[in-house]
């Protein structure tokens, strides 16, 4: 949550600060505010504003600001404090020497604020950030009144020891939660320091120019060259220089990567929203994955360096959101195909349960970002209990990774559309290959079982795109019932958390109250809800609940209810009982999650984009939840 991109160089910084701040509005988008240094002037320049980054453009064209080849900037998503002008990050300290964008919680900031407060420190924000900022300059002063205690700025302009840097370590030190932070000081101005824990921040190497950013896109077009920033790291930047160090001083060896993905993967390329062109990338998501992951008639696990069947006897999924459903589905894969009990938490109540762990258990965590806050705490919980953690995740070198003892990537690329599609997608492709790779392991699934789902996976990918050839037919039902007030989704056994999924997605970008329910729970409450002014979504692919699911079908109907159907092609009973069926290609019954899914996300999708919602960024919503 919350998006950072800070520049120094030698070209001019706001154009770049404020095209990185739109390639990183899906992270927050409530306001935002870019400051730079005048360096003619020598004094610090911001520009905040109340809404979305082309509001702060907007600002800027009117009331420009000087020239300058160093910056921060900020896109919010708001925690303390309303979104609203004051708010917008940057914050100034109280002298105005140093100038502070901040993504994460600081979870102490009541007590430091009533001590700078009793200091004689005067606040204008509700923010929790605007101690931070407060803090470095009391420390600042701290230090130069003390004579500098021997430190100094060499020449060069290189951050060694510098006030600049003991005023942010000493501030950092105080500081309890998650953060990660841009800081400017006026009195250094061909320097920028960064420092993280708990958020991501990244460093962008370039020629003769030095960035950070929350996220990889915001600097792509400029470089491809990245330092992850650790834990209670920081990074002190000049336009030649980038130096690593712990908080407490220890140099650390920056180790540089090399992004894979390019510049286009970030672009909309045509397409109406980035949330349909991540629909439309699944296909060959998909096929990326089994080429890679299945080889040989056998599914390859690379990066999940643990011995399952002779050690683990239950696996703990913990994850949230769209990757808690995922969860959902892994138990059903997992449970049936490798017979290993399974428990599925959402990870912001896993701590909170004094769940029960030993060294036999597994942990699998799954989250798009790997920064996912709730979700790297409940790891850090199993590891204190002495459980091994595999994760599933997107980013590679994310915090999660770091802290698994096994990584299992799905590389489907960035994501830039908040309601996960392609991310949740290739989770539940990644979880069918772990039951089948658990299950063949520990001898419970047979292996002309084995090798027929593989062949079955293998064909998901050409079964997306006969899907995506009829989306219009989706885009007239969407539109026939865009004007329901409240949506029912109903699935059974592994398509229950498939109508969870598909409701989270409608409600997520229309706004419609959606519920998700286990079909056989209708009759103990939801069907309280059915009249002709609501619509019902039925996943009704053939399958050993078939006919239990017509019972709901004709039940619904009695009572007036307008359906929608998801079932097998081929398929006319069910036709008698929905006012519209969309069709999927009929594959084994325990691999229709995949095919339920694409259908899930154009109807959300249609909807809509039919009530004029803005579909990539819908409101109250931000992409990677980092904070509690």
């Not at 996960?420 to 790779?437: D, F, G, H």
Request: proline share 4%; glycine share 8%; with cysteine.
């Amino acid at each position: 949550m919350c998006g950072i991109i800070g520049y120094v160089g030698t070209r001019s910084a706001v154009p770049i600060l404020l095209e990185g701040l739109q390639k990183l509005e899906y992270r927050g988008y409530d306001s935002s505010g870019l400051g730079i240094i005048d360096l003619k002037k020598n004094r610090i320049v911001i520009r905040k504003r109340q809404g979305k980054i082309n509001q702060l453009r907007d600002l800027i064209k009117r009331k420009a600001l000087p020239n300058s080849s160093i910056g921060i900037s900020h896109t919010r998503w708001a925690t303390h404090g309303a979104p609203n002008r004051i708010n917008a990050h940057p914050h100034f300290d109280h002298s105005k020497t140093f100038l502070v964008v901040h993504n994460g919680i600081i979870e102490n900031y009541q007590q430091l604020k009533t001590n700078l407060e009793e200091a004689g420190v005067k606040f204008v924000s509700q923010t929790d950030t605007e101690v931070i900022s407060h803090l470095i300059g009391f420390y600042y002063s701290q230090i130069t009144s003390d004579g500098n205690n021997g430190l100094t700025n060499e020449a060069g302009g290189e951050i060694v020891s510098s006030l600049f840097e003991e005023a942010v370590r000493r501030a950092v030190a105080d500081l309890e939660g998650s953060f990660a932070v841009g800081i400017l000081c006026n009195d250094c101005p061909d320097s920028l320091i960064a420092a993280r824990v708990g958020s991501p921040l990244i460093i962008g190497i370039g020629e003769g120019e030095n960035f950070i950013a929350s996220d990889v896109p915001a600097i792509l077009d400029r470089t491809k060259k990245i330092i992850y920033l650790k834990d209670k790291e920081i990074a002190f930047l000049t336009k030649d220089k980038v130096k690593l160090s712990t908080f407490t001083g220890e140099d650390v060896s920056p180790k540089i990567e090399t992004v894979k993905f390019s510049v286009d993967a970030v672009q909309k390329q045509g397409y109406a929203h980035f949330m349909l062109k991540e629909i439309h990338e699944q296909p060959d998501v998909l096929r990326r994955m089994f080429k890679e992951r299945l080889k040989g008639g056998e599914v390859v696990l690379e990066g999940m360096e643990l011995t399952l069947p002779q050690t683990i006897n239950h696996i703990v999924i913990v994850a949230c959101g769209t990757a808690y459903h995922a969860g959902l589905l892994g138990k059903y894969l997992i449970e049936g195909m490798a017979r290993v009990p399974v428990t599925v938490d959402a990870a912001s109540e896993f701590r909170y349960r004094e769940p029960i762990l030993t060294k036999n258990t597994m942990v699998i965590a799954i989250s798009q970002s790997g920064e996912t806050a709730d979700t790297l705490a409940a790891v850090r919980e199993a590891h204190a209990q002495g459980a091994k953690v595999v994760s599933v995740c997107n980013v590679v070198g994310s915090s999660l990774a770091r802290e698994s003892d096994g990584i299992l990537y799905t590389h489907a690329g960035p994501e830039i559309g908040v309601a996960s599609t392609k991310a949740y997608v290739a989770q539940i492709a990644m979880l069918y290959l772990l039951a089948l790779k658990i299950g063949r392991e520990n001898g419970q699934l047979k292996q002309a079982v084995y090798q027929d789902l593989i062949a079955a996976l293998e064909k998901i990918p050409d079964a997306y795109e006969q899907i995506l050839v009829k989306k219009s037919h989706i885009q007239k039902i969407a539109r026939k019932n865009s004007h329901f007030g409240c949506f029912l989704y109903l699935g059974r056994n592994v398509n229950y958390p498939s109508a969870l999924e598909g409701a989270l997605k409608l409600k997520e970008i229309s706004y419609i109250p959606a519920e998700g329910y286990a079909a056989g729970e209708m009759k103990h409450g939801p069907i309280a809800l059915i009249d002709e002014y609501r619509a019902v979504v039925c996943i009704t692919p053939q399958s050993d609940t078939y006919d239990k699911m017509i019972s709901n079908m004709q039940e619904i109907r009695a009572r007036r209810g307008k359906m929608i159907a998801i079932a097998t092609e081929g398929d006319e009973v069910v036709q008698r009982h929905a006012n519209h069926v969309i069709y999927i290609p009929k594959t084994k019954n325990i691999l229709t999650p995949l095919l339920v899914a694409l259908p899930f996300q154009l109807l959300a999708y249609y909807i809509a984009v039919a009530l004029n919602c803005d579909v990539d960024q819908p409101r109250n919503l931000a992409k990677s939840v980092t904070v509690e």
